[in-house]
């Protein structure tokens, strides 16, 4: 029996697109859309098309003029294996540049690529220099020589192999499908960069109505929808996943089928009940104010999960959702001086207590950091693990709390802040460097138990460049 659609993405964004290698990068406001295919005695179960769309969007974000049009650099890369090279592409011509100190390579279908010597040497494949079993390069810059030059070099196997011999008669040989993807023309880095993009939805409370959402039991058993699931977090930072057991342990199957959970001073996952004695104020029945997790480990974890395993039947235990980059761009053009204080003033977290082990961690953090782009590429907020300490001079945190109060405001703005509530059997997982969460309280003798887990970026970002390649998905 073929299944429906097992993801959605049906709302209307604002996708914005930067250029790592400029200061302002190009934006355009069309989305990316996730529909179904007709399913039939020839198509797969699981199916997914991606379209880009231009025409009006019913649920476009109106507030244009909040968005920079600049996104944080994407972090991930798709390896160079993936890369489109015209088949047909031999070398013509080689030649040494001994005042560039470079090997010339002049393509069959025109074009001149420029090696340099040193990286050649550094770089030779050979079995000597290269482990083709872990692929890593066994030559050390203990022993490398910076300034080798090539004795001579010569075309092989009709111009699909460059041959090099270097001083002692070692030799190396390179494909020239390997080297044109090593290319150091502009042209060649300019296009690699686009590896490096990083299309980033924002959003505000309106996103309730479209939830983006995915199928638990989907994500667990076709790649191509834990694929899809990945880059729904990557690109808007938060997808509801359905369908989950109402059981314990399911953070620990979602987060193992990407990589691994992402242990904390917590535990390697943890429950949020109402518990005597919290280490965390997460394990009352109190309002938690809208926070990022973790902000005391120079490394948080990039994503958190929270499963529903029962919810409360009666009023409160609703989770509060904010995209904190949309919320940082919108303080920038409000609020500019807040903004730039948030940016270069560092706060203290700190968390001490018991939990499996004694803790105390501590750690500074920007509460917007931005990257060499001026772009906004992670939020760090939180009432509850801000520490007393503040090491700022004191005529400045005045203008530091007035920030941080500005902030805060435009994050509960009601256009900002969605309000939804898990049912049981739900699982929101969310970005934990960009979407804040919190929840309003709930009644002592109500029952709402929660188990939650992380894990981290790097792991998502391998784990979608080896689905790329093993599915042929292409960007
Ligand atoms: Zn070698």
Known sequence: MALSVLLRQRFA????????????????SSGYRVGNMPTGPETLPYQVVLTRTTEQQPNAIPRAGFYPQVVAARRFTTLSENRKVQESTVMGKVALNGAARMVEVEWSDGGVSRFPYVWLRDNCQCPLCFNPD???????????????????????ANGSLLSVEWPQGHQSQYDWQWLRE??????ARSEREKDWQRKTQLWGAELVHNLPKADFPAILTHDRALHDFLALLDSVGLVLVQKVPCDVGQVERLANRVAYLRPTNFGKEFVVVNKPNPSD???TTGKLGLH????????????????CIEQTM?????SHLVDGFSVAYQLKEENPDAFRLLTTLKVNFCNVGLDFHKFFLRQRQHTISLNDQGEVQSVSFSDQ???????????????????LKAFDTIMYLPRNCLRFKMAAGEMIVFDNTRTLHGRSAYSLDDIRHLQGGYFDWDEIYSRMRVLKIDLGIKD
Do not use: W
Not at 13 to 28: D, L
Not at 134 to 156: A, F, I
């Open 13 to 28: 964004v604002r996708e914005i697109t930067s250029k790592y290698s400029r200061a302002v990068g190009a934006s355009y």
């Open 134 to 156: 872990s692929l890593s390069r066994r030559v050390l810059m203990n022993d490398l020589d910076v300034n080798v030059s090539p004795v001579r070099v010569k075309l092989q």
């Open 182 to 187: 090593r290319c150091f023309s502009p042209q």
């Open 281 to 283: 104020l997460a394990y």
């Open 292 to 307: 990022t997790d973790l902000n005391f480990y120079d490394h948080k974890p990039g994503v958190q999960m929270l499963h």
């Open 314 to 318: 009666r009023e409160g235990g609703e």
């Open 385 to 403: 693990a801000r520490d007393s300490i503040l090491d700022l001079p004191a005529d400045q945190v005045q203008p530091f709390y007035d920030a």
